[in-house]
């Protein structure tokens, strides 16, 4: 199976395009592949407990909870939940912050397809 790593740049708040992407993780992990979503810029957001207007990042099922669920990864971009007074605790359980190094070496690594949004 393929391997994805998914970059999402924008928050719950910056229209549907965000949460469609992550769905879209969380298909692709239920067909069997691979999924890393990373959450960068105001994107990392998104997995702050509770997050969007109505709340689809724990949502049972959908969203970044029902990625978790389903065996994907979350990643959030270190150097941003910094740059935005955000620190680890507040996040979704399981939401890992990450170095660019990390992701870098997951973008290189054979068989991955990168896909930003």
Do not use: K
């Amino acid at each position: 199976m393929d391997e994805y790593l998914l970059i999402e740049s924008q928050g719950p708040w910056g229209g549907p395009g965000a949460e469609r992407f992550v769905d879209d993780a969380v298909r692709l992990r239920a067909a069997g592949h691979d999924v890393v979503l990373l959450l960068i810029e105001n994107g990392v957001t998104a997995a702050l407990a509770g997050a969007g207007p109505t709340g689809p990042a724990d949502a049972p099922g959908r969203g970044l909870r029902g990625l978790l669920d389903g065996g994907g990864r979350v990643w959030a971009d270190a150097f941003s939940l910094t740059h935005r007074a955000l620190v680890p605790d507040q996040l979704l359980p399981g939401v890992v912050p990450v170095e660019m190094d990390e992701v870098a070496a997951r973008l290189l690594a054979p068989g991955t397809r990168g896909v930003w949004h």
